[in-house]
């Protein structure tokens, strides 16, 4: 049978990056396992968010406002599991086994890394290195057989299957299953508003290179307005965005939003100006996003009943994952009794 995991870090506020390539496909998950019949179990991994330096009420702050758009998002606790990586401490006790199952080579590789270490690698945590391992575990202690992430992510879940093949190889076992990478919809890779090469990212320096999903609307206006573009018209087909980056990001951000294809949006917009299109798109976002963030500030007022919740999702979590470890560990060759 499939189950579903994904996570996301509580790095900072949520983008409308994570909102169109993760969070949203979290849901169709949810909606195709309660069909279906099988698992979908979803985490904010405070683990992974230290890797780089976290203040701490921040930290607690940015966990709970991720659990709020979790659930405001449309995840519901009761068809989902929702939870904290930290109150589920087999993640990290698996990372460890995963830290000698994988090679310092095959980290070393991964863009993440070299993007995120920069120039100075000396100075990277030893976490943010090891990041995939932990992230291998996290999918693996649930025998997990899909993770929808967005593009940058495909890396580190192919590099989950090779922890896993290499762990059934050297033990012997046919243990740990080869997880799909899930990479679906128009927005897999939401773009930087002021830098078309660049991904929209949390942690970018400058606010207006992103939509927070706690923007309110004249910010989100004002954002859009300020985008950077090319002096253009818009194309009226898709290979009219070639090499045209800026562009094509906030064509694909209006086609996700509005569940349209490319060429249905273009066959909509083709031929305006971007002064006469942003406007379209801001109220595109704002209708999509003030739900949400209304409903996120409402839960950030009762943060007890946030933490209940998740508190409630990581007894469940570890139902799953306490006898994986165990199992693990025996394979291994740790004595448990
Ligand atoms: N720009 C994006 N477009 C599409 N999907 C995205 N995701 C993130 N940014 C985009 C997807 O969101 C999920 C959670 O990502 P994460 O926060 O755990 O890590 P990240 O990819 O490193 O996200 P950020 O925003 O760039 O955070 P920082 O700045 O802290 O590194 C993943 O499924 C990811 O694909």
Redesign the pocket.
Known sequence: TPRAF????P??GL?L??Y???MRRFVDWQDRGLKEGFETIFCM?DL?AITVWQDPDALRRQTRELAAGYIASGLDPAKSILFNQSQVPEHAQLAWIFNCVARVGWMQRMT?WKD?AGKNQQNASLGLFAYPALMAADILIYQTTHVP?????KQHVELTRDIAAKFNHDYGVNFFPMTEPVIEGA?????SLRDGSK??????PSDMARINMTDDADTIANKIRKARTDADALPCEPKGLDDRPEARNLVNIFAALSDQSIDQVLADVGGKQFSEFKPMLSDLAVAKLSPISTEMARLMQVPDEIDAIIGKGAEKARAIAAPVLKDAYEIVGMIQS
């Open positions: 994904s996570g996301i870090q790095s900072g983008t990056g994570n169109l390539g993760a991994v992974h993440q995120k992430v967005g593009e940058d992510q927005a897999t890779r939401v773009m991904k929209m990212s949390k942690s970018d």
